[in-house]
């Protein structure tokens, strides 16, 4: 069952032109890095590297936001999960196995940027190892996010503009925290601010701890702590998403 619905949704990537898209995208977006790098008058390779780094994350984390938003909405309106439901599968085990398909178009996807980013910018073999696992972990977790607003809410639009904010949140939730700390000196107000950028950032993965683009520049370096942060953060969080998807999956009548 899981299978059929793995290839259901390749099938609906396939169908969407999502590969497509996404590939002619980090192809722009790396002709443009090249392009900004070689205006630089010093370091011009590094630059071009650090813009393509990060260009390619941003383009994987709003493509796989925006299809799995308006596929999940188009799906439910037009009847599509209501009659995958219909059959002998359990709400968990659909949930499961449309998680399951998110993280293997997810997985696609970056293979795509990662033979582009190391083709194109020739990075170190340990940085970029480390670089293009953690994209693969911050884009199978913001899919599914993705899929999880997407079942909850009736909106893609919706669906797509919390994503697109809980993924800021989540780039800024670092600073989030220093910011909590400095608050926590001033006015009943300022603390009042530095419990709630606390709360978030607690609530919130770090997602500043992955695909540094740094690392494509100056290799992986001594960075251990960061990478247990980000396993282990991931392993708590993309189970949580799961379940949460699941238990509010499991109440909503079609």
């Not at 293979?111 to 190892?129: D, K, Q, R």
């Not at 953690?134 to 899919?143: D, F, P, Y």
Request: charged fraction near 10%.
């Amino acid at each position: 069952r899981i299978f059929s619905l793995k290839r259901y949704m390749l099938g609906a990537a396939v169908r969407d032109r999502l590969f497509l898209a996404l590939l002619v995208g980090l192809v722009v977006m790396a002709a443009m890095s090249i392009f900004l790098g070689g205006s630089a008058i010093t370091e011009q390779q590094q630059l071009a590297t650090a813009y393509m780094g990060a260009t390619s994350r941003a383009m994987l984390v709003a493509g796989m936001v925006l299809f799995v938003a308006f596929h999940v909405q188009r799906a439910m309106q037009d009847g599509e999960i209501a009659l995958i439901l219909s059959r002998p599968i359990s709400r968990s085990t659909f949930v499961l196995g449309y998680g399951a398909s998110m993280m293997a178009i997810a997985t696609i996807c970056t293979v795509f940027a990662a033979i582009l980013v190391g083709v194109a910018a020739h990075p170190s073999p340990g940085g970029f190892a480390q670089w293009w696992l953690s994209l693969w972990l911050e884009v199978n977790l913001m899919a599914l996010v993705a899929m999880f607003f997407g079942l909850m809410l009736r909106s893609a639009i919706a669906t797509a503009l919390g994503c697109f904010g809980f993924y800021i949140l989540g780039r800024m939730s670092g600073l989030l925290g220093g910011l909590a700390e400095h608050a926590g000196q001033g006015t009943l107000v300022d603390k009042l601010l530095g419990k709630g950028f606390e709360l978030v950032s607690i609530i919130i993965p770090r997602l500043d701890f992955f695909a540094r683009s740094e690392w494509l520049v100056y290799g992986a370096g001594d960075e251990t702590i960061t990478v247990i942060h980000m396993a282990g953060q991931s392993l708590v969080f993309i189970p949580l998403i799961l379940a949460l998807a699941i238990f509010d999956f499991s109440r909503k009548q079609f």
